[in-house]
């Protein structure tokens, strides 16, 4: 199983940036998806989360403005961020609970994508 997080870049204060996290491999099936950030000097930080049935949880610094889905059909979670700050730039990291075929339920990590909110 692998993640491949996508669609990070340089942003101005107030722009806007979608990321998406495909998952593939062998899957059964996936639970919880989750996105992660860590910015320089910090500890990685909870951003968002999804289940399959499509509830979600946001940390409270990104509430309003980021908004979570996902594509099960194609195992695949997105981030929509929206108004975005200089305090969000940091590295984007998707983590998801897998199920691989014919295995035991897993977490996986993808391998990050930069997001920097600069003028």
């Known amino acids: 199983v692998q993640l491949q997080a996508s669609g990070g870049g340089l942003v101005q204060p107030g722009g806007s940036l979608r990321l998406s996290c495909a998952a593939s491999g062998s899957i059964f099936s996936i639970n919880t998806m989750t996105w992660y950030r860590q910015a320089p000097g910090k500890q990685r930080e909870l951003v968002a989360a999804?289940?399959?049935?499509?509830?979600?949880n946001y940390a409270d610094s990104v509430k309003g403005r980021f908004t979570i889905s996902r594509d099960n059909a194609k195992n695949t979670m997105y981030l929509e961020m929206n108004s975005l700050k200089p305090e969000d730039t940091a590295v984007y990291y998707c983590y998801a609970y897998v199920k691989p075929v014919g295995s035991m339920w897993s977490g996986y990590w993808g391998q990050g994508t930069l997001v920097t909110v600069s003028s």
């Open positions: 999804i289940t399959s049935g499509g509830s979600t």
